[in-house]
């Protein structure tokens, strides 16, 4: 079945750092690929998604590429803010029509100042 | 917004109870969700429904049941509740369509004890 596997942390960056957070999925035919990002004491929202191959999605700084070639879905963000601390999920949604969402286990980040 | 709603936010309930969740949406979404989130498991599905009277199993949903009598609403019922179902219960909607965005609520913490 479908899956997700991300990099699971937690990761702890100083203020204006780089950030990479790995994501790897297994599908079969071609899943659209989501981050969703989770803010203390609330439910997920999404941060971009990508539907296709080599397509980038982006949104607030964050960029990550639907990569096939690697079945990959890498989260980056260039500098980050101390705002940015939150969950991070994977997540793909499969074909049969239904958009449910299959999600890795989350990556916890903390920004310090 | 997709103006979901969530009830109760918080509730502790003995082991052996019937619980039911309630989830309320006003954008007339197609499809609707329940997942749980449990630390080390990210979010995994319970059941969905794709239409009003219309709903099926995710890859977690022994012990639970859902219906769906109204678009707006969407219930999922614990009828003997254990220690293993405290959890983070979400709800979420989707208009439906190829990578269209879920709509999460802000939760349902439940404590079996």
């Known amino acids: 079945g479908n899956s997700v596997t991300q990099m699971e942390g937690p990761v702890t960056l100083s203020e204006e750092a780089f950030l990479t957070i790995n994501c790897t999925y297994t599908a079969t035919g071609y899943p659209s690929l989501f981050w969703y990002v989770q803010y203390p004491g609330e439910g997920l929202q999404l941060l971009l998604k990508a539907t296709k191959a080599d397509d980038k999605g982006s949104n607030k700084g964050f960029e990550a590429t639907y990569r096939k070639e690697t079945t990959s879905f890498h989260l980056e963000k260039g500098s980050v803010q101390v705002s940015d601390s939150a969950v991070y999920f994977c997540?793909?949604?499969?074909?049969?029509?239904?958009?449910?969402?299959?999600f890795g286990k989350g990556t916890k980040l903390t920004v310090n100042p | 917004d997709a103006g979901i709603t969530q009830s109760p936010r918080h509730k502790v309930t003995e082991t052996g109870t019937p619980v039911t969740l309630r989830c309320h949406q006003t954008?007339?979404?197609?499809?609707m969700y329940w997942y749980r989130q449990d630390p080390g498991h990210g979010l995994r599905l319970i059941h969905y429904s794709y239409g009003v009277k219309d709903t099926d199993k995710g890859e977690v949903s022994d012990g639970y049941s859902v219906s769906r009598s109204k678009t707006e609403d969407f219930l999922l019922t614990l009828e003997s509740a254990t220690s293993s179902q405290t959890s983070v219960y979400f709800c979420?909607?989707?208009?439906?369509?190829?990578?269209?965005?879920?709509?999460f609520g802000q939760g349902t913490r439940l404590t079996v004890v």
């Open positions: 954008e007339n979404h197609r499809y």
């Open positions: 997540a793909l949604s499969d074909q049969g029509g239904s958009e449910k969402l299959v």
């Open positions: 979420a909607t989707n208009a439906g369509g190829t990578g269209t965005e879920a709509f």
